[in-house]
């Protein structure tokens, strides 16, 4: 019988080659199997088998890398024997992998070494800790400073000079999201390269990609709902840079299928990073940090007059003379300036430190404003403002300009014009920093704001027998400049009532005015949440309390009962809402400055409801009606003379017999012993209304110096 066997076919050059790359792949030799892999071309046959072997290829490399990350690990941990093996293992999978030969040898090195001590655990420590970390830490620095630096460049085309900021929470919420992505993205860089803590996979990159979405338009969403209307057309560069490296980070990562994931896994890294540079540079140019820096007009700085003008945009408006002044005022204004310490600062002074700190500010990403004021000659100023190093708006005036009074005192006529500067600074810094306007009490002209700062100062105004005629001049400019400047019109009442004689004034007319300034103005709507507004209206309602009440007590035979009846309801009415701005139980005011006027002011006001409570109480003739209003000696001489002001209040009731007149008599004198210290306070006690009964009694002349 014939047999038939049948022939086999050969193989084709293809399945050769992959036979002969799978054989130097299981030995270890990946680069001489890549190499075959990658020879066989498609005239050869099938080329599966070769796509095939390259994909196994990588897998082993991968997978070397993972066993000798996790020898190293073993290493650190103490234990040489398993990490020897991960160590041979990796190197069967990959006989040319220098990192696992060097494993080997360095486990070889430490089971060679004698036992340890402490010497050669410092200096393992510092080797395999110190100073990798060392370099991690310096290069992380040098990266976060570079990233911070091109935050503060990019600063001048994201932020317009006129944009107005955005709330304060917005604008931390971005800044420390930018700043995280940039701490993040300097210490990853050193941090990844040096000790490869993962191998990345597609789940880090789909991450990394979610990540780069949501950060993206979450930050869009955030400037859409700082910026609204108008202000958005002003932002148009942050949210097209914001656009474009979203798009172009989550394309990159997405369609780069072709590309390693290590690659892919940098683009993620990119994006991040150019997205907290976006941020923060938003962030950084909307600060309010300034820096100001007074010159002479030869260029060389002023240290005296920076400090004066650091001092003023602080403190302008403090230094008044309208400090608590018995009866007549309230206690020291708060500051115009809303703008924290620890956000100012100045230039100093000396050619070379100059020049260095310029060099210093200059690359210094978060400082937003600087302010140059220079001093033309004793009349004449300019001014320029600048936001993230772009001009923002100037000024030159002189004191003619201002409508000052010729001063011969050339330091006073200096701090005038840098009282103008400061001024001017204030208000262009409100117009963006909307925060800034409520110490403003409405103001929005530079010019208003300069004189009323400049008439109500004890230290910018001549002490001659002008002096009072000067101030309301100037308070009625200021007026004019700005009719919504509010505090100025408050001066200007207080200023223009002062110039008429105590007998000759209208107490009734006066809180009139100042009740009708207070219900037409804003200052009687804003919400106790504005507390900026707080201490002009606390002066207003206090004023308002004891003008009526001096109308009360002044009140003639002309004064029906009805109307000293309407006297008395005003002063309550405007004292209730004083007690509950003053007292800590009904309203608990932030800032530091309002709790000190409350603290302040609150025993004031409750001297008058305990007046206005003394005369609701009914009395009966030869009795004592009403207790002393304290116990030993008050709080200050202001307060004893409102206390004077009550007793004589309650001793001059109809219903109040001889004896509790004759007590009350005595508590005023008492108070006054203690409260009348100054000529000033002679003389407003001479002329003061509540006072007339004891004009006619020598202790009372005694205190006030009359013959």
């Known amino acids: 019988m014939a047999a038939t066997v049948a022939a086999v076919p050969a193989d084709t050059a293809a399945q050769q080659a992959c036979k002969a790359a799978d054989g130097h792949r299981l030995a270890g030799s990946l680069d001489r199997a890549k190499a075959l892999y990658e020879s066989v071309k498609a005239s050869d046959g099938d080329q599966r088998c070769a796509v095939d072997g390259l994909r196994l290829v990588t897998e082993a490399r991968q997978d070397a890398a993972e066993l000798v990350t996790a020898g190293q690990l073993m290493i650190r941990s103490g234990d040489l024997a398993s990490a020897e093996s991960k160590f041979d293992a990796a190197l069967r999978l990959d006989a040319a992998s220098a990192a696992a030969a060097a494993g080997i040898a360095r486990v070889s090195d430490l089971e060679s070494r004698p036992l340890p001590t402490a010497v050669s655990n410092g200096d393992r420590f510092y080797r395999d800790w110190g100073l990798p970390l060392g370099r991690l830490v310096v290069v992380a620095a040098i990266g976060l400073l570079v990233l911070y630096a091109l ?168 230094e008044t003379p309208q400090s608590l002044h018995k009866a007549s005022s309230t206690p020291g204004n708060s500051p115009l300036s809303q703008i924290p310490v620890e956000e100012l600062s100045v230039l100093p002074a000396g050619k070379v430190v100059g020049t260095l700190t310029r060099l210093f500010f200059a690359l210094r990403p978060d400082l937003t404003w600087r302010a140059r004021v220079t001093l033309v000659d004793d009349n004449r100023v300019a001014t320029s403002l600048s936001r993230n190093g772009q001009h923002a708006a100037g000024a030159v005036f002189s004191r003619p300009d201002l409508y000052l009074p010729e001063d011969q005192d050339k330091e006073r006529a200096k701090a005038q014009m840098l009282t103008g500067a400061a001024a001017f600074i204030l208000v262009e810094l409100s117009a963006v920093h909307e925060e800034l306007q409520d110490g403003l009490y409405g103001a929005s002209q530079w010019r208003s704001v300069a004189l009323q700062v400049i008439a109500s100062s004890k230290s910018l105004l001549a002490e001659d027998e002008s002096r009072d005629a000067t101030k309301v001049q100037l308070l009625a400019r200021a007026v004019n400049e700005d009719p919504k400047n509010e505090l100025a019109l408050f001066e200007y009442l207080w200023a223009a009532y002062g110039l008429q004689p105590h007998e000759e004034t209208d107490f009734g007319g006066f809180a009139r005015a100042i009740d009708e300034q207070y219900h037409r103005c804003q200052v009687s709507t804003v919400s106790d949440k504005h507390e900026g507004w707080m201490p002009l209206k606390i002066r207003i309602l206090y004023s308002s309390a004891t003008q009526w009440l001096n109308g009360y007590a002044n009140a003639g035979d002309h004064d029906t009962v009805a ?14 809402e004083l007690d509950r701005l003053c007292d800590p139980s009904k309203v608990a005011w932030k800032g530091k400055t309002m709790q000190r006027d409350q603290a302040a002011m609150h025993p004031h006001a409750r001297n008058l409801l305990d007046g206005f409570d003394a005369l609701q109480e009914t009395t009966r003739a030869g009795q004592t009606t009403a207790q002393h209003l304290h116990e030993g000696l008050p709080a200050s001489p202001r307060l004893a003379y409102d206390h004077a002001c009550t007793h004589m209040l309650i001793a001059r009731r109809r219903d109040c017999g001889a004896e509790p007149r004759r007590q009350q008599l005595e508590y005023a004198i008492e108070d006054l012993r203690y409260a009348i210290v100054t000529e000033g306070d002679k003389q407003e006690a001479q002329g003061d209304p509540f006072f007339t009964e004891l004009r006619s009694d020598p202790r009372f002349r005694r205190i006030v110096g009359m013959p």
């Open 563 to 576: 109307d000293r009846a309407a006297m008395l309801t005003s002063a309550r009415e405007s004292t209730d």
């Open 151 to 318: 935050a503060g460049l990019c600063s001048r085309w994201l932020v317009k000079v006129d944009a107005i900021a955005w709330p304060v929470w917005i604008r931390r919420t971005m800044g420390s999201v930018g700043a995280f992505l940039l701490f993040a993205a300097a210490v990853m860089a050193p941090l990844f390269a040096m000790f490869s803590p993962f191998t990345p996979t597609w789940t880090e990159c789909w991450v990394g990609t979610l990540v780069i979405a949501l950060v993206g338009l979450g930050a869009a969403a955030l400037v859409l709902c700082a910026a609204r209307g108008d202000e958005r057309q002003r932002w148009r560069a942050l949210l097209l840079a914001l656009g474009i490296v979203t798009l172009a980070g989550v394309l990159s990562v997405l369609l780069s299928s072709a590309l390693s994931y290590d690659v892919r896994l940098m683009f993620v890294h990119i994006t991040l990073t150019a997205i907290g540079v976006l941020l923060t540079a938003a962030a950084f140019g909307q600060n309010l940090r300034l820096q100001v820096e007074v010159q002479q007009s030869d260029g060389s700085v002023n240290a005296a007059s920076s400090d004066y003008l650091l001092a003023r945009m602080k403190g302008l408006g403090t």
